[in-house]
C-alpha cells in the first residue's frame, strides 16, 4: 500500500466521477503511477449509478493517496468545487475521469510552478480518438499555439490581451496555486454547462505568474459514449448565453471590460451562434429569446456592435430585426458558422 502523510502533499488532482466504469481504471492508473509521488488524488462520485464507485474503492483500498468521497448527483462544477475544499496539497489540477495523463503530467507542472513562483502552469492537450484510436496533436487550440510569439517565459494575462480569448479554457490541463483559488473565491458555476469558461477566465485575469509547459501530458477523450458532447438528440446548449453574461461581470470586476469587450463579444457571440445550430428543435425558441435578451445589452455598446466580424454582426442583426421566433426562423435560419474562416 502507498502511504503519504498529509504534511508531504504537494498537488491535488481533483476527479469528478459520474458512470465512467469503462474508462475509469484507465483515468487511476495514469494518476498513482505519476512520478511525482506526493499527491493526493480526491475522487468525487457525483451519484454514480454504474459500478464507478466500487473501482474506486478497490484504487482506495491499494492505494492511501486515492480519496473517495460520494455525494447526490449535483454536476461537475458542484464536485469539482467540493474536491477544492477537500484538497490540501499545495496546487489543485483536475482530470476528468475519462481522460487520462502522461505519467510525468503532475511533476512537470509542479516543478514549474515551485521553480518560478507561478500561480498557474498548463501543458498541451493530445486529443484521443475513443472510436478510432487516434491521437491528434495538431488542433492549434488544445496545443497552445497562440503562445508560439509570446517572447516571455513567465507572463500573465496583460501580456496576452491580443489573445487571451483563445486560449484553451479547459480546466484540466493546468495547475493552480490553492491560495490563488482560496484568496480570490474562484469555483465553478453550479447548474450551467461551459463552466470551464467562467473558472479560467478568473484565475487567468488573476494570476500574476504563469508558465506553458511545452510538452503534451493531458489525453483527453473524444467520442466517447454516454459524455456531454457525445449526446446529440438533446441537446441544450442556452447555458452558453449565461456563461457569457458571467464573462462580463468577471471582466467589470476585475476594471478589464473595455480592454477586452470587442474581442470578448466577437468569441463568444461566434460560439453562442455555432452552439444555436446544435441545439436540439425543442429548445432553439428558448435559446433565441435568452440570447435576443442579452444582446440587448451588449449591443447597446456602439463600439462592440462597430467591430463584430461581419459573420457575426450579420447574424445577430437578423436575430434583433426579427419580432420573435417564428419571424426569424422565415427570415433566413443562421447557418453553422463552426467551420467559418473569416473570424
Given at each position: 500500500m502507498n502511504v503519504k502523510k498529509m504534511e508531504d502533499i504537494k498537488v491535488s488532482v481533483i476527479v469528478p466521477v459520474y458512470n465512467v466504469a469503462k474508462y475509469l481504471a484507465e483515468c487511476l492508473e495514469s494518476l498513482v503511477n505519476q512520478t511525482l509521488e506526493d499527491i493526493e488524488i480526491i475522487c468525487v462520485n457525483d451519484g454514480s449509478t454504474d459500478n464507478s464507485l466500487e473501482i474506486l474503492e478497490e484504487y482506495a483500498e491499494k492505494d492511501s493517496r486515492v480519496k473517495v468521497f460520494t455525494i447526490e448527483n449535483s454536476g461537475v462544477s458542484l464536485a469539482r468545487n467540493f474536491g477544492i475544499e477537500q484538497a490540501k496539497g499545495d496546487y489543485i489540477g483536475f482530470v476528468d475521469s475519462d481522460d487520462y495523463v502522461n505519467e510525468y503530467m503532475f511533476e512537470k507542472l509542479y516543478l514549474s510552478c515551485v521553480q518560478n513562483d507561478l500561480d498557474l502552469a498548463m501543458c498541451k492537450i493530445s486529443i484521443f480518438d475513443d472510436e478510432t484510436g487516434e491521437v491528434n496533436n495538431d488542433l492549434d487550440y488544445y496545443n497552445l499555439k497562440v503562445f508560439t510569439n509570446l517572447d516571455k517565459e513567465v507572463f500573465n494575462s496583460e501580456d496576452t490581451t491580443s489573445f487571451t480569448n483563445n486560449i484553451v479554457v479547459n480546466v484540466y490541463n493546468k495547475l493552480y496555486k490553492k491560495s490563488l483559488l482560496e484568496?480570490?473565491?474562484?469555483?465553478?458555476?453550479?447548474?450551467?454547462?461551459?463552466?470551464?469558461?467562467?473558472?479560467?477566465?478568473?484565475?487567468?485575469?488573476?494570476?500574476?505568474?504563469?508558465?506553458?509547459?511545452?510538452?503534451?501530458?493531458?489525453?483527453?477523450?473524444?467520442?466517447?459514449?454516454?459524455?456531454?458532447?457525445?449526446?446529440?438528440?438533446?441537446?441544450?446548449?442556452?447555458?452558453?448565453?449565461?456563461?457569457?453574461?458571467?464573462?462580463?461581470?468577471?471582466?467589470?470586476?476585475?476594471?478589464?471590460?473595455?480592454?477586452?469587450?470587442?474581442?470578448?463579444?466577437?468569441?463568444?457571440?461566434?460560439?453562442?451562434?455555432?452552439?444555436?445550430?446544435?441545439?436540439?428543435?425543442?429548445?432553439?425558441?428558448?435559446?433565441?429569446?435568452?440570447?435576443?435578451?442579452?444582446?440587448?445589452?451588449?449591443?447597446?455598446?456602439?463600439?462592440?456592435?462597430?467591430?463584430?466580424?461581419?459573420?457575426?454582426?450579420?447574424?445577430?442583426?437578423?436575430?434583433?430585426?426579427?419580432?420573435?421566433?417564428?419571424?426569424?426562423?422565415?427570415?433566413?435560419?443562421i447557418q453553422n458558422i463552426l467551420n467559418s474562416r473569416s473570424m
Amino acid at each position: 500500500m502507498n502511504v503519504k502523510k498529509m504534511e508531504d502533499i504537494k498537488v491535488s488532482v481533483i476527479v469528478p466521477v459520474y458512470n465512467v466504469a469503462k474508462y475509469l481504471a484507465e483515468c487511476l492508473e495514469s494518476l498513482v503511477n505519476q512520478t511525482l509521488e506526493d499527491i493526493e488524488i480526491i475522487c468525487v462520485n457525483d451519484g454514480s449509478t454504474d459500478n464507478s464507485l466500487e473501482i474506486l474503492e478497490e484504487y482506495a483500498e491499494k492505494d492511501s493517496r486515492v480519496k473517495v468521497f460520494t455525494i447526490e448527483n449535483s454536476g461537475v462544477s458542484l464536485a469539482r468545487n467540493f474536491g477544492i475544499e477537500q484538497a490540501k496539497g499545495d496546487y489543485i489540477g483536475f482530470v476528468d475521469s475519462d481522460d487520462y495523463v502522461n505519467e510525468y503530467m503532475f511533476e512537470k507542472l509542479y516543478l514549474s510552478c515551485v521553480q518560478n513562483d507561478l500561480d498557474l502552469a498548463m501543458c498541451k492537450i493530445s486529443i484521443f480518438d475513443d472510436e478510432t484510436g487516434e491521437v491528434n496533436n495538431d488542433l492549434d487550440y488544445y496545443n497552445l499555439k497562440v503562445f508560439t510569439n509570446l517572447d516571455k517565459e513567465v507572463f500573465n494575462s496583460e501580456d496576452t490581451t491580443s489573445f487571451t480569448n483563445n486560449i484553451v479554457v479547459n480546466v484540466y490541463n493546468k495547475l493552480y496555486k490553492k491560495s490563488l483559488l482560496e484568496d480570490n473565491s474562484i469555483e465553478f458555476p453550479v447548474n450551467l454547462i461551459f463552466e470551464d469558461e467562467v473558472f479560467f477566465i478568473k484565475t487567468y485575469l488573476t494570476a500574476k505568474r504563469i508558465f506553458v509547459v511545452n510538452e503534451f501530458l493531458y489525453y483527453y477523450r473524444l467520442n466517447r459514449a454516454g459524455s456531454i458532447t457525445y449526446l446529440e438528440k438533446e441537446n441544450n446548449y442556452v447555458d452558453m448565453v449565461y456563461i457569457y453574461k458571467k464573462e462580463r461581470e468577471i471582466f467589470k470586476e476585475m476594471g478589464k471590460y473595455d480592454k477586452y469587450k470587442v474581442l470578448l463579444a466577437n468569441r463568444m457571440l461566434f460560439l453562442i451562434l455555432a452552439r444555436y445550430t446544435q441545439t436540439s428543435p425543442k429548445f432553439k425558441e428558448n435559446y433565441y429569446n435568452v440570447l435576443k435578451e442579452d444582446l440587448k445589452e451588449v449591443l447597446a455598446d456602439e463600439e462592440i456592435m462597430n467591430n463584430l466580424s461581419l459573420n457575426v454582426r450579420t447574424r445577430v442583426q437578423k436575430i434583433m430585426e426579427s419580432d420573435n421566433y417564428e419571424e426569424f426562423k422565415k427570415n433566413r435560419p443562421i447557418q453553422n458558422i463552426l467551420n467559418s474562416r473569416s473570424m
